[in-house]
Nanobody, 126 residues
Framework: QVQLVESGGGLVQAGGSLRLSCAAS????????MGWFRQAPGKERELVAT????????YYVDSVKGRFTISRDNAKNTGYLQMNSLKPEDTAVYYC???????????????????WGQGTQVTVSS
C-alpha cells in the first residue's frame, strides 16, 4: 500500500504557472503507474495526465497537451505536474493517484487507480 500527499496548489492568474507535487510513502513508489486527475464543482473526476512506472511514457488529455507536463522522481518518491499557461477552466481540485495494476503501462480511467491523495485546490482567475 502507498500513501499519497499532494501539495503546490493555490490561486494564480490566467497565463500563470503552478507545480504540483505528490509525495509517496509506504511501499516503493516506483512499483506504481501514476496519474493526475482533477474534479471541478458539479463535474466528474477526470484524468489530466498519466505516467508509467519508470517515467518512460506519458499520456495527456487534449485540453492540457502542450501546457502541462507530468514527471516523477522515483529516487525521491515524488511525482509532479507542471502546469503552464493556466486557464480559468483548469480550476479544480487536483488529485494524484497510483495504480496497483503495475506493469509497463499507464492507465487512463479512474477505476484503474487504487490509491489517492487528499487533493489540492487550484484556482485560476481571469
Amino acid at each position: 500500500q502507498v500513501q499519497l500527499v499532494e501539495s503546490g496548489g493555490g490561486l494564480v492568474q490566467a497565463g500563470g504557472s503552478l507545480r504540483l507535487s505528490c509525495a509517496a510513502s509506504g511501499r516503493t513508489f516506483s512499483e506504481y503507474p501514476m496519474g493526475w486527475f482533477r474534479q471541478a464543482p458539479g463535474k466528474e473526476r477526470e484524468l489530466v495526465a498519466t505516467i508509467t512506472r519508470n517515467g518512460g511514457r506519458t499520456y495527456y488529455v487534449d485540453s492540457v497537451k502542450g501546457r502541462f507536463t507530468i514527471s516523477r522522481d522515483n529516487a525521491k518518491n515524488t511525482g509532479y505536474l507542471q502546469m503552464n499557461s493556466l486557464k480559468p477552466e483548469d480550476t479544480a481540485v487536483y488529485y494524484c493517484a497510483a495504480s496497483g495494476r503495475g506493469g509497463s503501462y499507464y492507465f487512463t480511467r479512474v477505476y484503474d487507480y487504487d490509491y489517492w491523495g487528499q487533493g489540492t485546490q487550484v484556482t485560476v482567475s481571469s
